[in-house]
C-alpha cells in the first residue's frame, strides 16, 4: 500500500513556474514508477509525466515536453514536478500515481494503482 500527498500548488501568472511535489509513504516507494496527470474542469484526466523507479528514464506528455521536469528522490519518498512558462491552458488539477508495473511508457490512468487527492494549479493569462 502506498499513500501520496501533493504539494505546491497554487496560483501563478502565464509565463511562471511551479514546482509540485508528491510524497509517499511506506518503504516499497523504490518499487514503484510514478506518474503525473491532470483533470481540468470538464475533461478527462490526462497524462503529464513519468518517471521510472530508479530515475533512469522519463516520460513526457507533448503538451508539457521541454517546459516540464519529473524527477525524484528516493531517499526522501518524493516525487517532483517542475513546471515552466505556464499558460492557461495548464490549468488544472494535478495529481500524482503510482506503478508497479516497470514499463518505461504506461500513461493510461488504469495503468495506475495508487493516487493522491490532487493539488491544484491555476494559470492566470
Known amino acids: 500500500q502506498v499513500q501520496l500527498v501533493e504539494s505546491g500548488g497554487g496560483l501563478v501568472q502565464a509565463g511562471g513556474s511551479l514546482r509540485l511535489s508528491c510524497a509517499a509513504s511506506?518503504?516499497?516507494?523504490?518499487?514503484?514508477?510514478m506518474g503525473w496527470f491532470r483533470q481540468a474542469p470538464g475533461k478527462e484526466r490526462e497524462f503529464v509525466a513519468r518517471?521510472?523507479?530508479?530515475?533512469?528514464?522519463?516520460y513526457y506528455a507533448d503538451s508539457v515536453k521541454g517546459r516540464s521536469t519529473i524527477s525524484r528522490d528516493n531517499t526522501k519518498n518524493t516525487v517532483y514536478l517542475q513546471m515552466n512558462s505556464l499558460k492557461p491552458e495548464d490549468t488544472a488539477v494535478y495529481y500524482c500515481?503510482?506503478?508497479?508495473?516497470?514499463?518505461?511508457?504506461?500513461?493510461?490512468?488504469?495503468?495506475?494503482?495508487?493516487w493522491g487527492q490532487g493539488t491544484q494549479v491555476t494559470v492566470s493569462s
Open positions: 511506506g518503504r516499497t516507494f523504490t518499487r514503484y514508477a
Open positions: 500515481a503510482a506503478d508497479r508495473v516497470m514499463l518505461w511508457n504506461r500513461r493510461g490512468v488504469n495503468d495506475y494503482n495508487y
Open positions: 518517471i521510472s523507479y530508479s530515475n533512469g528514464t522519463t
